[in-house]
Nanobody
Framework: EVQLVESGGDLVQSGGSLRLSCAAS????????MTWIRRAPGKGAEWVAR???????DYTESVKGRFTMSRDGARNTVYLQMNSLKPEDTADYYC?????WGQGTQVTVSQ
């Protein structure tokens, strides 16, 4: 059974940083494409970052240069380092694999 468990969300001031984690189990993590998705209050889901088996990454335009996604094969965990946070980054952040989402972790960025 695929399990994705996110953590690391918090309340932070504008300009601050957070690191989200997603612990994965139940599938072959090392060869899997993993995605971070967010859903802001009252808005639809938006993909934020994606990491491929070779470690290469893609980012949505609004977070390029501020967010960095990485993976640790030994821990079956992906991370999302978020720097220079803005109020518009406020959202629930979810880890996704194969159409399956975790429970999410809440990020709130205050002015």
């Amino acid at each position: 059974e695929v399990q994705l468990v996110e953590s690391g969300g918090d309340l932070v001031q504008s300009g601050g940083s957070l690191r989200l984690s997603c612990a994965a189990s139940g599938f072959t993590f090392k060869t899997s494409i993993m995605t971070w998705i967010r859903r802001a209050p009252g808005k639809g889901a938006e993909w934020v970052a994606r990491i491929y088996a070779d470690g290469s990454t893609d980012y949505t335009e609004s977070v390029k240069g501020r967010f960095t996604m990485s993976r640790d094969g030994a821990r079956n965990t992906v991370y999302l380092q978020m720097n220079s946070l803005k109020p518009e980054d406020t959202a629930d952040y979810y880890c996704e694999f194969g159409g399956i989402w975790g429970q999410g972790t809440q990020v709130t960025v205050s002015q």
